[in-house]
């Protein structure tokens, strides 16, 4: 049953979000482009999956500044987890695995994360602090990240309104995750430590499209500096979600804002349903003080059952448990998000906590009829001593992780009961989230005692801020009025050119959507096809278009010559070309007026005339000589135009006395 307020997807409407009062916020990491990582001198953007040596890990918590322990770090401490990192050479350094100090702060990244700061219209903190994050997922060795605040209290305009830009933090990247499965989980360290800057907005969007909306344009912000990675993975975002009565969720790591509007969607379903379902059992008499359950080992009498899985545990030599909630039946099997039950929250739980990661992991009464048969649920609820309204729950593994899956699925149906847990999600590619980690509380950040405060001189910010670019929204209203449509401006702002494109245009004076189309269009095909569009560089691409502004080339001819000097680049048994080498290759190295002229000239003398002369013929004659010349290197118009000039001076010279 789907919650009250909710319609399917597509149908929902702006008003439908206000009724059951939806706020979103972001955190958009963005990697930097920078030679070095932050900390320590290892390159950075160089990602191989090739590796030197394993190393083993073991993850412990320690206790905050004030003598108390993070719950996450907690909640991992259960996991028992065997953190594996793979490291190559070229990538890494002992800095990275806390057995070396760290390096001062890099000033590339520190200068581009100002940059950004500026167009967010933040206030610049005069002085750095390095902080201590803690993570104990293994995502970076040393259990901790090194984090400063650079910026807080910003803006950025979004339709009619303004979203409120709370920080931007500078900070170190995490490992690239390899596997996760069982109690073993593998890392990769190259990305570990480069540059990342986290802008955190505040809870200031109302629609699922809005959130997305305001991505983008903290994204082509971010890519408006020409300073940042971009492919997939460079930018990740955390997005904020909460309802009327519910609680911050926070759903990590989305690669692509397309993926938000049905994450969020199903996540604020996920709040309401959860809210139902805490007031179902509260109608029932239960509360966290009357909540009951209780388990035992049940093995002996699911023994023979024919459910594949759970055979395939028991004759691997696992165990199997039954946990009973009292009062909860029925409530596995209400609709949480699309395609999701209750009951996947308690999976959830014991797949990341207990690491019973081989789904499915549990069955339980309220889809009696999918698992075991009729008589083996009459044995356990009389071996349970289960009533009618309870719930059965059956998980497996070894006795030590089984016991925990009992004691986590008790955890999270207690919570059951006061709403909405604070937890951090992790989305999924049908829309749908799934169970992480507890959220994070201000236990985990400490003060770094290896770095001292860095100074921020106002001389520094005034030499970036006069050469910050515009703003995207004004470059956005200039690019509309040339005629470009929404489709070709979101490609142009992901194209590694973008800051040539008015140039070209306004010194050139090319037409405005034939030079968008090549720079978005043309130069990504070349690039499916294998070519390396990163090895034009910014004057290659200015002398390209001067070439057909000068009307030396046409605009055919623009994309051939750009693939005669991609094709160059590509051959590393042949020295890269030109411009001018590449109009060479085209079969002339001048298309002046002047040439033209003659060409013309040379084709008049060329025309017979028939029984029925016409000036339509001859033109027609003197194009088709003329094209078949310069075909792919000079705009037809143009032919057209001096052809017509040509003519009609031959006309008035033959007409003269």
């Known amino acids: 049953m789907i919650p009250a307020g909710f319609k399917p997807f597509e149908e929902m409407l702006p008003e439908d979000y206000a009724s059951i009062g939806l706020k979103c916020g972001l955190e958009v990491h963005q990697q930097l482009l920078t030679r070095t990582k932050l900390f320590c001198r290892c390159p950075a953007g160089r990602f191989t999956n090739d590796c030197d040596c394993e190393i083993l890990r073991h993850m412990r918590p320690t206790l905050s500044e004030l003598g108390e322990y993070d719950g996450t770090a907690l909640m991992e401490k259960k996991t028992r987890k065997n ?38 219209r933040l206030n610049t903190v005069q002085e750095l602090h390095i902080a201590r994050k803690q993570y104990l997922d293994g995502s970076i060795p040393a259990g901790f990240q090194r984090t400063t605040i650079l910026g807080v209290d910003g803006w950025i305009p979004y339709k009619e309104r303004r979203i409120h830009i709370w920080q931007l933090e500078l900070e170190e990247d995490s490992c690239r995750e390899v596997s996760d499965v069982g109690h073993d989980r593998v890392y990769r360290t190259d990305r570990l430590g480069m540059p990342l800057a986290e802008v955190v907005t505040g809870p200031d969007m109302r629609t699922p499209q809005e959130t997305a909306e305001v991505g983008e344009v903290i994204r082509r912000l971010c890519r408006s500096t020409g300073k940042v990675r971009t492919g997939y993975g460079a930018a990740r975002q955390d997005v904020n979600v909460s309802v009327r009565g519910g609680t911050r969720i926070e759903i990590k790591g989305v690669p692509q804002l397309w993926r938000i509007p049905r994450l969020v969607y199903n996540e604020a379903m996920r709040q309401c349903s959860l809210l139902e379902i805490k007031s179902e059992l509260n109608s029932r008499g239960v509360t966290p003080n009357t909540f009951r359950h209780y388990s035992d080992d049940v093995t002996r009498i699911v023994a023979k059952t024919h459910y594949g899985p759970m055979r395939a545990a028991v004759a691997g ?29 308690l999976s959830d739980r014991i797949r990341v906590i207990s690491c019973l990661t081989h789904l499915p992991n549990m069955v339980h009464s309220d889809t009696a009829s999918e698992s075991l048969y009729g008589k083996d649920w009459q044995k356990l609820h009389k071996r349970m001593k289960a009533d009618h309204g309870d719930a059965l729950i059956l998980v497996w593994g070894d006795q030590r992780d089984a016991k925990c899956a009992c004691d986590e699925v008790a955890i999270r149906a207690k919570e059951a009961l006061i709403g909405v ?33 860095l100074l921020i001189d106002s001389a520094r910010v005034d030499r970036i801020r006069a050469t910050l670019p515009a703003y995207i929204w004004d470059w956005d209203k200039r690019c509309r009025s ?21 140039s070209i245009v306004d010194e050139f004076d090319c037409d405005p959507t034939f030079v968008a189309v090549i720079l978005c269009q043309r130069l990504k095909s070349f690039k499916r096809c294998g070519l390396p569009i990163d090895g034009l560089t910014d004057q290659l691409v200015l002398d390209v278009f001067r070439a057909t502004a000068k009307g030396r080339c046409s605009r055919d001819g623009v994309e051939k010559i750009f693939r005669i000097i991609l094709e160059s680049i590509a051959d590393a048994q042949s020295e890269p070309v030109d411009v001018e080498s590449a109009l060479l290759s085209l079969g002339e190295d001048s ?19 028939g029984r029925q002369e016409s000036g339509g013929r001859r033109h027609r004659f003197v194009m088709g000589r003329l094209m078949h010349k310069y075909r792919g290197r000079v705009d037809g118009t143009r032919l057209a135009q001096r052809a017509h ?5 031959n006309v008035a010279n033959s007409s003269s006395p």
């Not at 030599?317 to 929250?345: M, P, S, Y």
């Not at 002047?594 to 025309?607: H, N, P, T, V």
């Open 591 to 609: 298309a002046t007026d002047q040439a033209l002229d003659e060409q013309l000239a040379d084709a008049l003398r060329a025309f017979k005339p």
């Open 482 to 502: 040339l005629g470009l449509n929404e489709e070709l401006l979101t490609c142009l702002h992901r194209s590694s050119f973008r800051h040539l494109y008015l």
């Open 83 to 120: 953190i594996y990192y793979r490291l190559h050479h070229e990538t890494v350094c002992t800095y990275e695995f806390d057995d070396t100090p760290p390096f001062f702060l890099a000033d590339d990244a520190l200068d581009i994360a100002i940059e950004l700061a500026l167009l967010l």
């Open 317 to 345: 030599g696992h165990v199997v448990r039954c946990i009973v909630l009292k009062e909860f039946a029925g409530v596995l099997n209400r609709l949480t998000q699309e395609h999701t039950t209750f009951g996947k929250e």
């Open 421 to 453: 847990p604070a937890d951090t999600r992790q989305g999924l590619k049908d829309g749908t989230n799934g169970f992480e980690r507890v959220l994070p509380g201000a236990q985990r950040m400490y003060p770094d005692t290896d770095l001292p405060p």
């Open 645 to 649: 000039l040509i003519l009609s001076q």
